[in-house]
């Protein structure tokens, strides 16, 4: 069993990548696609929670019941797993929330658009950048003028 938990390790270890983090992250074969964006200034701009979008849950749950199945014997040891899967799962969901920003914009073309955001960076008045693709949006940068 101690060599299942240190398998565990090193795969998140080699799965986290080795890309630094100095610029916006693009999902997968999204950075070969041309985009598109807009200027436009927020008009608000509210804090929010972005809950988990089930990652969390799954590695919780995964790690809460291969933790469990170590305590105990025989059927102790299936019950420990099961808790240990559903207190996994709720501290998973727990840690995957973020701090996020709703912000209404109001862009140069007149349209008001909503936009949520991971992180809180700008206040009323900051004039932005939005660059979308497709209908996602891929970044939010503040224009400096």
Not at 6 to 26: K, Q, V
Not at 118 to 135: Q, S, V
């Amino acid at each position: 069993m101690k060599y299942l938990i240190s398998l565990l390790a090193t795969s998140l270890l080699i799965f986290s990548g080795c890309a630094t983090n100095i610029g916006p992250e693009y999902e997968g074969q999204s950075y070969k696609q041309v985009k598109r964006y807009e200027i436009g200034t927020v008009t608000k701009s509210r804090a929010i929670v972005i809950t988990d979008d089930g990652s969390g849950k799954f590695v919780g749950t995964l790690v809460g019941a291969v933790l469990g199945s170590l305590v105990g014997s025989n059927k102790g040891s299936v019950l420990a797993m099961l808790g240990g899967g559903l207190g996994g799962h709720y501290v998973g969901s727990e840690i995957a929330k973020a701090n996020g920003e709703e912000l209404t914009v109001e862009l140069d073309h007149g349209e008001e658009v909503v936009i949520v955001l991971k992180g809180n960076h700008f206040l009323a008045g900051d004039r932005i950048k939005i660059i979308r693709d497709g209908n996602k949006v891929a970044q939010v940068d503040r224009l400096v003028e």
